[in-house]
């Protein structure tokens, strides 16, 4: 806990991604707080454009509107519910949806590197070769 923090507080971190760039917040909660606590004490649901009357209907439009969302919710990069008890210096994630699966990515990008460097990717003729041995037509001095 730093120095000057009232005793049973902690500190969170908020990070989400919009259409404007990747904003943080941070903030600080009751030691017994959740994640619904933490986004609505950051004002993070109002500029999702949640907004209720009652608590338990916060919670239950909260839950719809995040499940329904492109975005997932995690601490630290660990999928976590709105009911997730936080941690002191917890950093509650807003995940936008993957687009494109990581390895199909991956992949992709290093098959245009390859096309573009004139490589293939395997053919008969790059057979792999053990060390000490000779490929056909090595060694034959003609």
Do not use: C, F, Y
């Not at 943080?24 to 986004?39: G, W």
């Not at 209907?57 to 839950?63: D, F, H, K, N």
């Not at 990515?105 to 460097?117: C, L, S």
Request: negative net charge; aromatic residues 2%; without cysteine.
């Amino acid at each position: 806990m730093a120095e000057g923090e009232p005793a049973g507080q902690i500190e969170i971190e908020i990070v989400w991604i919009a259409p404007d760039g990747v904003h943080r917040r941070a903030i600080q909660l009751e030691s017994d707080a959740t994640v619904l606590d933490a986004l609505r004490s950051s004002g993070v649901l109002g500029q999702l454009g949640l907004r209720a009357g009652s608590e338990s209907e916060l919670e239950a439009t909260a839950a719809t509107r995040l499940s329904a969302q492109p975005w997932v919710l995690a601490v630290h990069g660990q999928r976590v519910g709105l009911n997730e008890p936080l941690h002191d210096h917890d950093r509650i994630e807003l995940l936008p949806p993957l687009i494109v699966d990581p390895k199909t990515a991956r992949q992709r990008r290093a098959e245009h590197r390859r096309r573009q460097q004139g490589e293939r990717r395997w053919s008969p003729d790059r057979a792999v070769v053990k060390t000490g041995e000779s490929q056909p037509g090595e060694g034959e001095k003609g």
